[in-house]
């Protein structure tokens, strides 16, 4: 499951120029969010995204820019659930069991995240690296549960950025 969230982060692209003057909201079946205008939406059927094995992507979303075979980027999994808990215990336990599917992997923070809707879960910002041949890089992974979904968030950046942005776009999350 984690795993193709780090196959994804390896293979497309990033910039050090990754500004944005606005966002656009992204509505989906379920959600709605904010993302940066210029980045560009992945459609799941052109081949460059991985296969989840339990999971579909509800959205996939990159930088423009590329360097080194990296771009910044965000992805969203979703599956149905029946199991009731809270979006905060669920983020503990999707980012506990992720933890083995990295090379390396150093938690940086953990913290409280309210989203626009006034809903909230755990926020884990840490590096990882996906084999000894990727690069280092900071990821921000939160969860959410809206009804019988669950959705998986999960923005991968540069090592030696600030992730403040990136924790605003994820903030911006609403249940439909």
């Given at each position: ?124 910002i840490f ?24 959705y ?25």
């Amino acid at each position: 499951m984690i795993s193709c969230l780090l196959l994804l982060g390896s293979c497309i692209g990033w910039s050090d120029s990754d500004s944005w003057a606005w966002l656009s909201s992204y509505k989906w079946d379920g959600f709605t969010l904010w993302i940066p205008s210029n980045w560009n939406i992945l459609d799941t059927s052109s081949g460059v995204l991985p296969t989840p094995s339990s999971w579909v992507i509800a959205l996939s979303v990159s930088s423009p820019t590329v360097n080194n075979w990296f771009s910044n980027n965000l992805l969203i999994l979703t599956e149905e659930t029946d199991i009731w808990t809270s979006s905060e215990e669920f983020s503990k336990v999707t980012h506990t069991s992720s933890k083995e599917d990295y090379y390396f992997y150093n938690l940086k923070s953990e913290k409280a995240i309210s989203f626009d809707d006034e809903g909230s879960s755990s926020l884990y910002i840490f590096e990882a690296k996906y084999n000894r041949n990727t690069p280092n890089l900071q990821f921000l992974q939160t969860g959410r549960i809206c009804g019988n979904k669950t959705y998986l968030m999960t923005i991968a950046v540069w090592t030696a950025w600030d992730t403040g942005k990136y924790e605003n776009i994820l903030k911006t999350f609403e249940c439909k």
